[in-house]
């Protein structure tokens, strides 16, 4: 069976689509209304939009296969797979303004979108390991459209849109991290979403507000990434740079400088090209500039223990180079450093990770390991500062593979 629906970015008819009702994917794209309005990456030639490509940001904005506890959740909602999912809340999310509208219903942005109209906490509760209910469940909920890996749900608190989201066992230090790296971007004037800690039957979540408004979509890195074809020869960086050349996005280099020396600071092994973005104007198309830094809890030696953490060994990096040394070097400019202001970053590890209630998690040996490392880090950040020259042609050694950069819709469940 196929269900026929218009693909809409917010108030814009963009075109028809028949989506297949078994795996919710898009199987035809017919008439196209506004070419300009597909998602970044997607190109259309010849009034033909790239199908392909279509398919990849639609299954990517599904809730992806390695997501904490997903298969347990699909179980309880009796549904195949989290395409189906996306189908069932009309494709609506928190972070841009596509949709489908299903034909023949009479549904508008205005009365369906989540940022002021009300959502239901079932699809949410599920998540977090909810079990079945006796009534049908109400799948309207952005949390059918959430990206990543960890444990995660939006809420609704005193009217505005949080974003609640679990840490990994066996130390849950991410939603922690996510603090100390809002902390260190403070001292630094880095502009960024700050969180806080929120703590729920002895497990801390993060929690951070909403970014994105109605008016606006985030555009991930890796949609960028898609708008051009790199040569071999053209290193990751580099590529990166060019396509926001091409697009009219300004602020790319200033934007990374920050992005890698905070990756650096704090160790960060995730920032994939899903893990950055930029902001535009849904209805004008008109871009605004790079979004704040985000989702920067998997570092600080996470997943490691204390000796491996002291080691300063096996940090996987992202997503340009794959060792933070090599990928310190595509910074130009390390002026805008304030080091005086990265002098009680010590404490400031100290004081988030012995909060009340860590304690379940973190131990004092841990707790040294990590502040360590980040003096340490800090460190030499601070004599390369004063040695390093402004970055040369990059080349592409040590540059990530390209298929590693999102992968995590065919990853396994690494997260517990
Ligand atoms: N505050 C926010 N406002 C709007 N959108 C957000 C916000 N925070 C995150 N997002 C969107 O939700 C996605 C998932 O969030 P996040 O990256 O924090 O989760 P994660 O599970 O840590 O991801 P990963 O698998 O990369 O570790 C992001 O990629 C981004 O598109
Ligand atoms: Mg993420």
């Not at 020869?233 to 200033?254: K, M, N, T, W």
């Not at 704090?266 to 893990?275: K, S, W, Y």
């Not at 390390?334 to 379940?360: C, M, N, P, Q, Y």
């Not at 040369?392 to 469940?413: G, L, M």
């Amino acid at each position: 069976m196929k269900l026929k629906c218009a693909f809409m970015h917010k108030r814009i008819a963009v075109a028809e689509l028949e989506l297949d009702d078994a795996t919710g994917m898009i199987q035809k794209v017919n008439t196209i209304y506004a070419p300009e309005h597909f998602p970044v990456g997607v190109t259309v030639k010849r009034g033909v939009a790239d199908r392909a490509a279509f398919n990849e940001w639609w299954t990517d904005r599904s809730i992806p296969a390695s997501r904490s506890g997903i298969r347990e959740a699909l179980e309880t909602l009796e549904i195949a797979n989290t395409k189906m999912l996306l189908v069932r809340c009309y494709g609506l999310s928190l972070s841009d303004q596509y949709w489908i509208c299903p034909e023949g219903s009479d549904l508008t942005w205005d009365t369906i979108n989540f940022f002021y109209n009300d959502f239901s906490e079932d699809i949410g509760d599920v998540l977090f390991g909810a079990a079945k209910k006796t009534d049908a469940f109400n799948f309207s909920s952005p949390d059918n459209t959430s990206d990543g890996n960890l444990k995660k749900r939006w809420k609704i608190i005193n009217g505005k849109r949080y974003l609640v989201k679990g840490g990994s066992s066996p130390f849950r230090q991410q939603p922690l991290n996510e603090v100390i790296a809002s902390g260190i971007m403070d001292r630094l004037g880095i502009p960024h979403i700050p969180y806080q800690v929120v703590w729920e039957q002895g497990v801390p979540y993060s929690l951070c507000k909403d970014f994105v408004t109605e008016d606006l979509d985030l555009v991930p890195a890796w949609r960028i990434l898609k708008t051009q074809k790199k040569s071999n020869h053209v290193s990751v960086y580099q590529h990166f740079i060019d396509c926001c050349r091409e697009l009219g996005i300004d602020g790319a280099v200033p934007f990374l400088d920050r992005m890698i020396v905070l990756d650096y600071l704090i160790a960060n092994e995730d920032r994939h090209f899903n893990n950055f973005g930029v902001l535009r104007e849904a209805e004008t198309l008109k871009w605004i500039g790079f979004a704040p830094i985000y989702d920067s809890g998997s570092s600080l030696g996470y997943d490691k223990m204390p000796a491996q953490i002291r080691s300063g060994q096996d940090i996987t990096c992202k997503p340009f180079k794959k060792h933070h040394e090599e990928q310190l070097k595509l910074v130009s400019d390390f002026s805008w450093i304030d080091f005086e202001r990265l002098k009680d970053v010590d404490s400031l590890i100290e004081e988030v990770l012995t909060a009340e209630g860590t304690e379940a998690y973190m131990d004092e040996t841990r707790v040294q390991a990590i502040k360590e490392s980040a003096r340490r880090r800090t460190d030499h950040l601070s004599r390369l500062a004063k040695t390093q020259m402004p970055a040369q042609e990059d080349s592409t050694n040590d540059d990530v593979q390209e298929n590693i950069a999102a992968a995590y819709h065919f990853a396994k469940p690494d997260h517990q």
